[in-house]
């Protein structure tokens, strides 16, 4: 019987999930993942309301080929609730401060998805020099918030005070033809 244990052990995959760390940035806990090895570092920046698990299709794929780091911007994923609103412009000085903090080296090659492109919009243009390149999928603009003002002001603000505070119904599907 023991031999039988010691073969399952050595013979049968195991599959390990790494668990996300955390680190303080301005008073909040913010869950991060860091994986993968590679000159470059891809930092991965989720959309909505939505954490770092929104990236687990590509997540693993990219780190056989490089660094990545994913992170939930505070309010969002495993990290702590905000205790006040956010601005995109605070959410692009988190995300600075979330690689200083890893020690991430700069530039790195920023992704971001929906509402997080908006942030990767103004981080890139606050801080040119941390950035490598940007891709954005399926970006969302100031406009798609002005429009949804135009439409219905009062629904509209009520839609988006969800989308920043509510949980993320599906993360990303599409995503595994990045890798």
Known sequence: ??????????????????KPSFITINGYDVEYEISGSGKHTVFLEAGGSAGLSDWDPIFESLAKKTRVVRYSRIGNGG???LRKNYSSEEHAEEARLVLESLNV???????????????????????????????????????????????????????????KLGPVKEPLKNCSSLA
Do not use: N
């Not at 052990?9 to 790494?18: E, N, Q, R, S, Y």
């Open 79 to 81: 990290s702590e609730k």
């Open 105 to 163: 080296r700069k530039p790195v090659v920023y992704v971001a998805h929906s509402y997080g492109a908006y942030i990767a919009r103004h981080f890139a243009a606050s801080y040119p020099e941390w950035v490598a390149g940007l891709m954005l999928v399926e970006p969302a603009s100031e406009h798609d918030v002005d429009i949804m003002r135009q439409i219905d002001l009062v629904k509209a603000e009520k839609e988006i005070a969800q989308v």
């Open 1 to 18: 019987m023991r031999l039988g244990r010691s073969f399952l052990t050595f013979c049968v995959p195991t599959i390990v999930f790494a």
